[in-house]
């Protein structure tokens, strides 16, 4: 994988060769910049569908609080990943990247519940 400083060496104007490919490399630039866009893009709405996300599981927190359920539902917990993982296969993404980024939130999301029932956090 290239890194950022690999990538400054085929920066435009950067190659010290002839103008022929010079062009070449500023194409390579400049379709690299367009992907990498598309890539922030992207990864910025990854990060406000987790806080939307965040906000309706604060909701099922606070309800969950307010009449004594557990934090952990571990029967949505398991429909949930293997409905994700199904996504992710007909997407042609790893299932076991999916089921690992799920299992994550869900942690986060249980952590936040025990929080707002005032349930003592377990000690890792």
């Given at each position: 994988?290239?890194?950022n ?13 002839g103008?022929?490919e ?9 379709e ?7 890539i922030?893009n ?7 569908m987790?806080?939307e ?5 604060q ?5 969950k ?20 993982r199904?996504?992710?296969?007909e ?15 869900i ?12 349930r003592?956090?377990?000690?890792e």
């Amino acid at each position: 994988m290239a890194t950022n400083e690999n990538l400054s060496s085929i920066a435009p104007g950067n190659s010290g060769s002839g103008v022929s490919e010079d062009a070449s490399l500023d194409a390579v630039w400049a379709e690299l910049t367009a992907i990498r866009q598309s890539i922030d893009n992207i990864d910025a709405a990854v990060i406000h569908m987790l806080a939307e996300r965040f906000k309706f599981t604060q909701e099922v927190g606070r309800l969950k609080a307010a009449h004594g359920l557990p934090a952990a539902d571990p029967e949505r917990e398991r429909e949930q990943i293997a409905r994700l993982r199904a996504l992710a296969v007909e997407s042609r993404l790893d299932p076991a990247f999916a089921e690992k980024f799920l299992n994550f939130i869900i942690a986060e999301v249980i952590h936040h519940h025990e929080r707002l029932a005032g349930r003592p956090e377990p000690v890792e």
